[in-house]
């Protein structure tokens, strides 16, 4: 099993729809929670930080962490074409820096 | 400002030939980071590099990989005797202080590399 389990996907929702994508992971270590956005042929850009358990807005996106069941989530809401991108989730904890990452989910949202 | 810079953006080489890449963090960042993204696999960390310590190779697929970074700033990834396997997008980030866990990291646009 791997420590952090993403579906791929591909994921195509109408515009203005909810979209919603998760991650599961493994390592209860983990303290620190992020989702990064990557737009074809270009580095991953942080979206959402949420340290520990709990939820946290900004603007159009909700991430959620619950980490008795090792879960996060990510909301968009008012799906729009240029949400179209990948969505990687990214955690770590304690003294490790790297992050680890999920595979990614790639959204297409169509007008 | 300007933002973590990779170099260069595509390379192509063939298989057996030895590679370099470049990275130059944001001004300032004391940690540095070298990530591999295959398709299908996500990414995985390489190798990490905090100030003037000495860096966590624990991520490095074999002793074909090495990195360095010079002066605490520029960071090289160098992949020996390259082969097919090796073709995918190697992301560079860097980070403000520690590197440890919940530092925001910047990535870089990447380097694609294709083994022939």
């Known amino acids: 099993q791997k420590e952090v389990e993403q579906d791929p996907g591909p994921l195509s929702v109408p515009e203005g729809a909810i979209v919603s994508l998760n991650c599961t992971y493994s390592?209860?270590?983990?303290?620190?929670f992020m989702w990064y956005r990557q737009y074809s042929r270009k580095g991953p850009e942080l979206l959402m930080y949420?340290?520990?358990?709990g939820n946290k807005e900004d603007g159009r996106f909700t991430a959620q962490v619950d980490k008795s069941s090792k879960y996060i989530s990510l909301f968009i809401r008012d799906s729009q074409p240029s949400d179209s991108a990948t969505y990687l989730c990214a955690m770590s904890g304690g003294s490790q820096g790297n992050l680890i990452f999920g595979k990614g989910t790639k959204l297409s949202v169509k007008p | 400002g300007a933002g973590v810079s990779q170099s260069p953006s595509n390379k192509v080489t063939e298989k057996g030939k030895d590679v370099e890449l470049r990275c130059d963090p944001i001004s300032g960042h004391t940690a540095l980071y070298w990530y591999r993204q295959s398709l299908g696999q996500g990414l995985e960390f390489l190798i990490y590099?905090?100030?003037?310590?000495?860096?966590?190779k624990s991520g490095l697929p074999s002793d074909r990989f090495s990195a360095e970074r010079t002066g605490g700033s520029v960071s090289t990834l160098t992949i020996q005797r390259t082969q097919q396997e090796d073709s995918a997008v190697y992301l560079c980030a860097s980070s403000l202080l520690s590197g440890r866990g919940g530092e925001t990291q910047y990535f870089g646009p990447g380097t694609r590399l294709l083994v022939l």
């Open positions: 390592n209860s270590a983990f303290q620190y």
């Open positions: 590099f905090q100030g003037n310590s000495a860096p966590d």
């Open positions: 949420t340290y520990s358990s």
